[in-house]
C-alpha cells in the first residue's frame, strides 16, 4: 500500500474536489507519526482540516497529535503579505510623489489573474525553506486539480519572469553608469557596496531579486527531485475523475513533478447487496479504463467505510489500511 512504497520528505496530495484528499493527507500523517514527525499543510481555501481534527488551526503550525502538526494557509492574507512586501519595496525604490501610485497598482495587482496563484506559491516556498529541517515530513493537501496544476507551473515561471526583470535591470544599469561615467557597481550574481543612492536603490533592488529567484529555484528543484517530492493523485472510481486524473497527471508530468501513486478512496463493495454489488461494476470499468491510461503508475484502493471519517479516531482505520 502507499506507506510500503518510498516516502519523500515532502509530499502532495491533490485531485478533483470532494475525493477525499484532506482525509488520506491526514491518515498519511496520523500513521507516519509513531516514528517521524510531520506538518500537514492545507492549500484549500475552503479548509476541513481543522474539523477533522476537531481543533482551531490557524497560519502557523498547530500541534493534533504526538507527531503532527497542522497548518491552514490563509489564501487571503498571503496575497495581502505578498502585496504588501511589494509595496514597501516599491515605496522605498521610488520617490515620495509617486506613493500613491505604488498604491493605486497595488489595489488594480490585488485583483488581478494570478496574483494569488503567485502569493501561494512563494508562501509554499517559505513553508518549505522554514520547516523543512523541523519535521521529516511536510504533506500538502492541495486544492481542487485544476488550482494545484497552475501552482505546480509556475515555480518556472517565476524563475524566468524574474530573470527578465534582473536583466532589463542590469541593462538599465549600464546604460545608467555610462550616462554619468561610473563603472557598473555589481553584476545581476552580486551585491556590492555604494555610496551612491542610486547605486544603493538598484543594489537593493537587485538583492531582492535574486533573492526570489534562488527561492523559487529552490523550489523548482525539490518539485522535480523524485527523492524529495511525491505527488500523489486522489480520486474515486467513477468516470470523470478518472479523465480528470489522466489530465492532471500529464500536466504534473509535463512539469517534471513525479506522481508517486493513484489512490482510489471510498472503492464500494462487491459483497454487500445488488445495489453496491452494480455500484461496484461501475467501478470496475472506470478503473478499468484509469489503467489503460495510466499503466505505469501504482494503483491504491480505499474501500468505502460504514461510518463518518470526520473525527481522527475514523481515520486510525484508513491509516491502518495505508500501512498494509
Known sequence: MLLNLPTAPIMFFGGKGGVGKTTVANATALKLSP???????STDPAHNVGHLWDKKVGDSPTRVRDGIDILELDPARATEEHLKQ??????????????????????LSRQSPGTHEAA??????????????????????????????????????MSAWTDGLLERRAKSEKFSDLVRGLTPTGKDTTVTTAEDPVDRRNQELRSILL???????????????????????????????????????????????????????????????????SRRKYEDEALADLHRRLPDL???????????????????????????
Open 35 to 41: 516514528h517521524a514527525s510531520t506538518l500537514v499543510v
Open 86 to 107: 511589494a509595496g514597501d519595496t516599491m515605496r522605498r525604490m521610488m520617490p515620495e510623489h509617486l506613493h500613491k501610485e505604488v498604491t493605486k497598482h497595488l489595489n
Open 120 to 157: 501561494m506559491l512563494e508562501r509554499i516556498a517559505t513553508i518549505i525553506e522554514d520547516y523543512e529541517d523541523t519535521y521529516d515530513h511536510i504533506i500538502f493537501d492541495t486544492a481542487p486539480s485544476g488550482h494545484t496544476s497552475r501552482l505546480m507551473a509556475l515555480p518556472e515561471l
Open 211 to 277: 533573492k526570489r529567484r534562488r527561492r523559487f529555484e529552490r523550489l523548482r528543484t525539490v518539485l522535480t527531485d523524485a527523492t524529495a517530492c511525491q505527488f500523489h493523485i486522489v480520486l474515486t472510481a467513477e468516470r470523470l475523475p478518472v479523465l480528470e486524473t489522466d489530465e492532471f497527471y500529464q500536466e504534473l508530468h509535463s512539469n517534471g513533478v513525479h506522481v508517486g501513486a493513484l489512490i482510489v478512496n471510498r472503492r464500494s463493495p462487491a459483497d454487500q447487496g445488488e445495489f453496491l454489488a
Open 298 to 324: 501504482e494503483v491504491i484502493e480505499i474501500p468505502l467505510r460504514p461510518n463518518d471519517v470526520g473525527s481522527p479516531q475514523a481515520l486510525e482505520a484508513i491509516a491502518d489500511y495505508l500501512a498494509q
